[in-house]
Each structure stands twice: as C-alpha cells, then as structure tokens.
C-alpha cells in the first residue's frame, strides 16, 4: 500500500518554528516531486511549497517566502518542511503528497495536477 505520512505538527506561538516530515511507505520517493499543501477551516486548500524529484528545483507560495524551506532525503524516503517565523495565518492541516511523471514545479505548487498519494495531514497551530 502507498502511504505518505505527515509528522511534526503541533501547537507553537508565533515567531516559533516547527519541522513538518513527509515519510513514504510502500514506495520510493526517489523519482516523485513532492508537494506541501495546507488548508484552514473555511479556506480553499492552497500550495505551500515544491520540490522536484532530484531536489534541484523548489518553489514557495509568496506568503512563506524567507521563512518556509522545503528539503528531501531520498536516501530516508522523506521530505521535510522547515517552518520558521510562524505566524497565526499558517494555521493550518499541512498534507503532503507526491506525483511522478513529467511535472511543472510551479503547476504542481498551485495544484494543477492529480497527484499519485496524498498523506492524512497534520495540524500546525500557531497561537500565543
């Protein structure tokens, strides 16, 4: 079975960092460029940040510009996220979720393809 499994969320105040981990099971992630997603309550599930299959190319969404960076260890089969700076509106479910095939970076960060294994999410609170 193809499984992403998103860890690292949590409660934190604002200003603090949290490091969000993407882990496959079941499945190489060596060839599959990974998205974050994150969605809010009453809010459209927005991309967050990108990273090609090789790790060469990232992309971030203008609101985590300078704060978010986005990592992989294909050796661990895991994607990271480092978030820092963090602010009450990235307040959120974070998903993970992967695509293998020819892709466009930023097409895949403002989801404009299906995607081949979505994670169950894990919620970041940033609240003081």
């Known amino acids: 079975q193809l499984q992403l499994v998103e860890s690292g969320g949590g409660l934190v105040q604002p200003g603090g960092s949290l490091r969000l981990s993407c882990a496959a099971s079941?499945?190489?992630?060596?060839?599959?460029?990974i998205a974050w997603f994150r969605q809010s309550p009453g809010m459209e599930r927005e991309g967050v940040s990108c990273i090609s299959y090789t790790g060469a190319s990232t992309q971030y969404a203008d609101s985590v510009v300078g704060r978010f960076t986005i990592s992989r260890d294909n050796a661990k089969n895991t994607v990271y996220l480092q978030m820092n700076s963090l602010k009450s509106e990235d307040t959120a479910v974070y998903y993970c979720?992967?695509?293998?095939?020819?892709?466009?970076?930023?097409?895949?960060?403002?989801?404009?393809?299906?995607?081949?294994?979505w994670g169950n999410g894990t919620l970041v609170t940033v609240s003081s």
């Open positions: 979720a992967a695509r293998r095939g020819f892709t466009v970076l930023q097409t895949l960060c403002s989801g404009g393809y299906v995607m081949d294994v």
């Open positions: 079941g499945f190489r992630l060596d060839y599959h460029h």
